[in-house]
Each structure stands twice: as C-alpha cells, then as structure tokens.
C-alpha cells in the first residue's frame, strides 16, 4: 500500500567507482557517503538515478546498489530508485517489481513510457498498464532529461496522482509556472500522497512556498545540510531561507558544470573525502579556472553557514 514519503531533502546519490579497469562499484566509500548524507537531516535517499550514472550500470549493478544502501541505511530514512530501462512495458514491469523488494518506491523514468515523437495520451496508456502489471507496489516519477526531456503537463499530473500509487515525483522542468501549475493540480485530488520534490534548486524556495515536499538534485551532494535546513525552516526563517535560496541559485551553475564529474573532484579535492574522480559516463577533466570556481563556490557556502549559524556535516 503506498503512503506518503517524508517532505525535505532527497539526495541524487552518485556511485563511487574503484579506479580499476572495470571501474568496480566502491562500496566502502558508498558506506560513507550514505552517513553523511544522513548526517546532513536527509529525508531520503534517491539511489539509482542519472547522478548515480544509472544508465552505466547494468542491471544487476542497479538491484546491487539499491540492496546496498537499503541494507545500510537499515530503515533510518526512505530510499526511491529508478525501475524503467527501456524495453516493452512487461519487461519494464518485471524490473519494477525486482526494484521494489530493494526500495520504498519504484521510481518511472517518464522518457522510458513513451517515445519522444508520441503524446501524453499514449503516455498515460502505457503508466495505465504498469500499473495494472505491478500490483501495489508504491511507484515514483521522474523527468529525467536523458536521452530527452520529457514533462508532464499538469493536467496529467493530476491525473497522475488521482491514480494513488504514485508517492514520489522529482521534477525537472525548472520553470515557476509550470511548477505552480502542477502543484495547484495536486490541490484537486483529496487526500493524495504524491510529493513534488523539486529538482531545480533555483526554484526550490517557490516550489515549499506553494506547496511543494521538498528537494531532489544534484546540489544535495556538495551541501546536502543547506537543502535539508531550507526544506525545514524556509517558513518560520524567512530572512535567513531568502539569504539560503540566493546562494543555491547562485552556485548551481557553477557544481552543475561537467558534473558528476564536478562533485567527485569537490569531495576529493575540497572536502578530503577517499573518493577517487572516477566516472563512467565521461572523463572530466578541470582546468585550474574550474577548480578555482568550485573553491569559491565552497568559500561561499562556508561564510554562509557562518553567518547563518548552519553547521556543515564533514565526513
């Protein structure tokens, strides 16, 4: 039976690779991300996403993963992750429920229901049928922007969690009316548990004030405590959330440069984590220009949280 995740903050996770020829899954160092994150007053976990290289992992590497951090986060917080690779709608189904016995919520990856020449009309048939395929089991959305973006107007939206299986929808459009739209939307289904946990950390401070659960992006995995503090306290600090919400816009073009190459040097490089700047979806590298960029960018948030009195989480 699905029920209502907790509102706040929902890393990205990203996957730490061993620098060996198979770039292996670093386990060890995953451990210790997922403290951290922790640490940090996270509400959940998103486990196997885009920032987690998802389509560079096959798909016993996916169940792995998950496995792994359900097992290490032994119920302390919620865990999503993604279960829509591609394929026919039964072969989807059938990885949904594998990924169900590892998560809270099985999230749909939007792009993976319909082609992109195709209309929400055929969309809706095809999530109708993973529905009918996947018993109970607590699913999730996600607008992830490859291989191409794909949004739900909020007409669909709505119908979307009139559907009641659906708990978790981290979204990506990065635009105020459409985010207004689709929370508005939410408004017209009594009692619904779908939460809106906004991707765009520009936007985040407007998507709480309108109704919105929470955060779900990148950011969260170069100050993860930030988002978890705005989350919680954007309505009774309104001053400090603004001072929050200023430096999040700011910053994010910045950590979303060559990322996730860009969060694996900033932990390694700036924050003294054992984490080797190995990815599987591309080999960054950074000029002294852009590590320079990323110093200030952690500069920043640091006299922030000074003057704020938010206490940064080390490893």
């Known amino acids: 039976m699905a029920c209502r ?117 055929v969309l809706k048939s095809n999530l109708e049928k993973l529905l009918e395929l996947t018993d109970d089991i607590p699913l999730g959305l996600y607008e992830c922007p490859v291989p191409y973006k794909r949004c739900m107007s909020a007409e669909m939206f709505e119908w979307v969690a009139s559907t009641d299986r659906f708990v978790f929808h981290k979204d990506t459009t990065c635009s105020v009316s459409s985010i207004q739209a689709k929370l508005r939307a939410l408004e017209n289904v009594t009692g619904n548990k779908l939460g809106f946990y906004n991707a765009n950390a520009t936007t985040l401070k407007f998507s709480l004030e309108n109704g919105g659960a929470g955060y779900s992006g990148v950011a969260a995995n170069f100050y993860p405590w930030l988002h ?44 003294g984590f054992p984490i080797q700047e190995i990815c599987r979806t591309a080999k960054y590298s950074f000029s002294d220009h852009e590590i320079a960029c990323l110093q200030n960018v952690k500069g920043l948030m640091e006299d922030l949280c000074a003057e704020a009195g938010i206490e940064p989480v080390k490893k």
């Not at 907790?6 to 060996?20: C, E, L, V």
């Open 5 to 121: 995740l907790r509102d706040g903050s929902w890393p990205t996770m990203i996957t730490p690779f061993h620098n060996d020829s198979a770039k292996s899954i670093d386990y060890d160092m995953l451990g210790g991300l997922i403290e951290w994150y922790i640490k940090s007053g996270v509400a959940g976990l998103f486990a196997v996403c885009q920032s987690s290289e998802m389509y560079n992992l096959s798909s016993e590497e996916r169940l792995e993963l998950a496995r792994f951090v359900k097992q290490r986060v032994a119920g302390r917080v919620s865990i999503v992750g993604c279960g829509t690779f591609g394929g026919t709608i039964e072969e989807q189904a059938e990885f949904v429920k594998l990924m169900s016995k590892e998560t809270d919520a099985v999230v749909v990856i939007v792009n993976q229901m319909v082609q992109e020449h195709e209309g929400e009309e």
């Open 228 to 271: 978890s503090w705005l989350c919680k306290h954007w309505k009774d600090q309104p001053q400090v959330a603004d001072k929050v919400q200023r430096f999040l816009a700011i910053a994010e073009t910045t950590i979303a440069h060559k990322y996730p190459g860009s969060v694996k040097l900033y932990l390694h490089h700036l924050c």
